[in-house]
């Protein structure tokens, strides 16, 4: 079966941090560049980073950098995305996404005292 299954939203004061993981199959996966986007809400999905299969290559989003990191496990086929300093207009549904044009369900996270 072809899925993305993200896990580890929630809430959390501002300063905070979450970590936010996508478990894939494999044949979405492998060799292909996987990326978090997020939702918030009446806006637009946005990239917020991307990772190459080898994890040289990464991407942010300026409003990001410097706050949260991706990387992945290739043995595992695992995509993580760990969020420090959280700011409220950091909330949002976060959403993995496969190269391979396959998105996962989302998880909410929300930002606030």
């Known amino acids: 079966q072809v899925q993305l299954v993200e896990s580890g939203g929630g809430l959390v004061q501002p300063g905070g941090s979450l970590r936010l993981s996508c478990a894939a199959s494999a044949t979405i996966f492998r060799g292909v560049v996987m990326d978090w986007y997020r939702q918030a809400p009446g806006k637009e999905r946005e990239l917020v980073a991307g990772?190459?299969?080898?994890?040289?290559?990464?991407n942010y989003a300026d409003s990001v950098k410097g706050r949260f990191t991706i990387s992945r496990d290739n043995a595992k086929n695992t995509v993580d995305l760990q969020m420090n300093s959280l700011k409220p207009e950091d909330t949002a549904v976060y959403y993995c996404?496969?190269?391979?044009?396959?998105w996962g369900q989302g998880t909410q996270v929300t930002v606030s005292s």
């Open positions: 996404h496969s190269n391979r044009g396959v």
């Open positions: 990772i190459s299969y080898g994890g040289i290559n990464t």
